[in-house]
Each structure stands twice: as C-alpha cells, then as structure tokens.
C-alpha cells in the first residue's frame, strides 16, 4: 500500500541517498563496485529482483563514460551469477525504463532492473489482478544474496 500511496518516494534521490548513508543493510545494496551499485528493489515483482545502478547520479547511459558503463555491466554480470546460484531461475528480465512515459519510477538517476523468472511464475499477476505474489520476505532476499556476493 506504500507503493500504491506513493508513500515510498524519499526526499531527493532513492540512489544517492542509499549510496551517501554507509549502512548497506538498512538500504539493501548488496555490493559495490567502483562505479556501479547492486541493490535490492523494495517493490519487486519476483524475490530476488535487483537493481544495478552507477554511483554518479546520471539519467542516461549516454551520461555515461566508458569505464562506467563497463562497470555497470560488469556488476550486472555478479547479479546474474548470484541469482543463478541462490534462485535457480528459468531466465531473467532485464530492462530500463527512462522517463516517466516509459514507466519510470526513479527518473533522474539510471538504473537496470535484473528480474528473475521461472516457468509458470505469476509474474502475470501485477498486471491483470493488481496483485504481487512473492514468497520471501526482503530480508531474507537480501540476507541469502549478500552472503554469495561476500568476497
């Protein structure tokens, strides 16, 4: 019902604010890079759907440089490997959404979503029964992933 409200959206940005905190726990990032983050979604539409976004606060790819982005993927590639390891997926979702026309929810900072799927999953359901159906908690979601990602 927060989401729904719009209670959800913090003052400034969720990222940079996430990021500028020093308690990883409390906002559920899940490992950094040099240049790039992994974060749990608060809303997600499957347990273990994940974040990566780059640590500066930019709202295009274009806005970033090449080691950027290099990076942004190289973190995509950790979230992969980690949620093949903890979940066992059939496949994933990856997608971007900029701009509030095409569904973006935090538009000035960048951002890919990692989603796994299963065969048979009720991912169908957020659009026809306005319902989400996920079976682990966020904490526990973030508590399995963080400990694979450890160093």
Not at 41 to 46: E, R
Not at 61 to 85: I, N
Not at 126 to 144: H, Q
Request: aromatic share 8%; net charge neutral.
């Amino acid at each position: 019902m927060s989401y729904v409200s719009g209670a959800h959206q913090p003052e400034g940005c969720l990222f940079c604010t996430a990021l500028a905190a020093g308690d990883d726990a409390q906002h559920r990032i899940l490992d950094r890079s040099r240049s790039a983050f992994l974060i749990l979604n608060t809303f997600p539409y499957s347990s273990g759907h994940l974040m990566i976004a780059p640590n500066r606060h930019a709202a295009s790819p274009e806005d970033l440089d090449d080691q950027e982005s290099l990076d942004l993927m190289r973190v995509t590639r950790r979230a992969l490997a980690a949620l093949r390891a903890v979940y066992r997926p059939d496949g994933f979702n990856l997608g971007v959404n900029m701009g509030r026309a095409a569904g973006a929810g935090i538009e000035g900072h960048f951002h890919l979503h990692v989603v796994p799927r299963w065969a048979g999953d009720t991912n169908f359901m957020p659009v026809v029964g306005a319902v989400k159906v996920i079976p682990e908690s966020l904490d526990e979601t973030y508590r399995r992933l963080r400990v694979h990602l450890s160093p």
